[in-house]
């Protein structure tokens, strides 16, 4: 019996799978590539940092002289090239460290400046773009935006705005997030970042690098970025890593940032992890793998749904700057079917059919499918969307490439045959 009889998918969607698969070999030999590199330089951090077994004891209470948080810290930086890192469990979420970064590197007076069009949405309440008493606006931090040109930095526009205006901290949001634009390419960050720095060297450059993490072989801080935020239940977690995320950088924003998280005085010297540095340190090492597996089940989604006359962004064989897939459904009922046959192929409450309903800090009503073993991993095989026009699947994740592949054909005979 196949794997594919075995999940009780279609003859036809089977068929479609093999045919794209032959196709897609040289691209997933490219994928490889990159996660053999990126192995490489974890392999390296975590001998170069001395990890023991040690460091897999944590600390409770206030959390001084945890060597295995350091421990992890330190190889953070390592492979991000970066004088220092935050890699905390109090940090509840991507969006959290974002926020946190704000907060600790501007002040009243000052302005921040996104060039890459509007942020994600939950950074909507903390900017102040959308009221709440707690924003940076509340303080009087002031907001700028310059939007992209043809999925592209406005060059021009930025250089004439910089030599205009005071600005503290610039950020850049590399993944699309819920837009219909392109993720923004390591090269196109090291241009932007070139032209800004010629400009004021002063200025922060802050990299929202949510989903881009080893995807490719090089890091924002290395083509000049100040500091650079992202998830732990997402890329760098690698399915394992059970909450938190990461900022890495200059050491003393990182050391602003500390502050901000716990208390001016302790800074980045407190915060227990509680028994979770085994996972953080077991993920980040998978994740390389975990991040070739999700792109791999990305690459097949975007070719058999290509191949079915459906919309995608980006295309199979276009070069990838993150793990997430766009698919164009055109209709709700497809978003729908297409997110529920993913639920229908995950490893945890399989048996539930997601609906769409709101969500905090998000605008519209929202389609979630996630079966996944840690609550809104999106690492795992995941896909989401805004019931809005033009009805877009946010798909990404996979743990291994077979259960992301598996998830796929589910979602794809659903909304095939349902
Ligand atoms: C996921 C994401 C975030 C927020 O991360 P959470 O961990 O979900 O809060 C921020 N920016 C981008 C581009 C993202 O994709």
Redesign the pocket.
């Known amino acids: 019996m196949s794997s594919y009889e075995v999940m009780g998918i279609s003859p036809q969607v089977s068929d479609l799978a093999r045919k794209c698969e032959k196709e897609l070999i040289d691209i997933f030999q490219k994928i490889d590539e990159f996660s053999e590199l990126n192995s490489a330089k974890v392999l390296k951090a975590f001998q170069d940092n001395e990890v023991t077994e040690v460091c897999f004891n944590g600390t409770s209470g206030y959390g001084y002289n945890d060597v295995g948080r350091d421990t992890i810290e330190r190889i953070f930086a390592h492979i991000f090239k970066a004088e220092d890192a935050l890699v905390r469990n109090q940090l509840v979420?991507?969006?959290?460290a974002?926020s946190t970064t704000l907060f600790a590197l501007l002040r009243p007076g000052d302005t921040l400046l996104s060039i890459s069009g509007l942020p994600?949405d939950?950074?909507h309440e903390v900017i102040g773009i959308k009221d709440n008493a707690s924003s940076l606006k509340s303080f009087g931090v002031n907001y700028e935006q310059i939007d992209l040109v043809n999925d592209d930095f406005a060059y021009d526009q930025i250089e004439a705005f910089l030599k205009n205006h005071e600005v503290k901290v610039i950020e850049i949001?590399?993944?699309?997030?819920y837009s219909t634009r392109k993720s923004l390419s390591i090269e196109k960050l090291a241009k932007v970042i070139k032209l800004i720095k010629k400009i004021n060297e002063n200025i922060i450059v802050m990299i929202?690098n949510?989903?881009c993490e080893f995807v490719r072989e090089i890091e924002p801080i290395e083509v000049g970025a100040d500091i650079v935020v992202g998830?732990l239940?997402?890329n760098l977690g690698g399915g394992i890593a059970p909450n938190g995320?990461y900022i890495v950088g200059r050491k003393d924003l990182i050391s602003l940032c500390g502050e901000r998280l716990t208390l001016p005085g302790e800074g980045k010297d407190v915060g227990p992890t509680l028994g979770i540095n085994k996972s953080i340190m077991q993920g980040l090492f998978l994740a390389p793998s975990v991040v070739a597996s999700s792109l791999k089940t990305a690459v097949l989604a975007s070719k058999m749904l290509e191949e079915l006359g459906y919309q995608v962004e980006p295309k199979y064989d276009e070069e990838k700057v993150d793990i997430?897939l766009n698919i164009y459904f055109r209709n709700p009922n497809d978003l729908i079917k297409y997110c529920q046959g993913i639920q229908t192929g995950s490893p945890v409450d399989s048996n539930f059919l997601p609906i769409p309903g709101d969500m905090p800090g998000y605008d519209d009503k929202i389609i979630m499918a996630s079966g996944s073993f840690t609550q809104?991993s999106?690492i795992e095989l995941s896909c989401d969307g805004p019931l809005r026009e033009p009805f877009i699947a946010y798909q990404q994740g996979g743990l291994t490439y077979a259960y992301g592949k598996l998830g796929v054909l589910k979602a794809i005979d659903r909304l095939l045959n349902n």
């Open positions: 979420s991507g969006s959290h974002l994600y939950t950074l949001q590399r993944s699309k997030g929202d949510c989903y998830s239940i997402k995320a997430v809104g999106s």
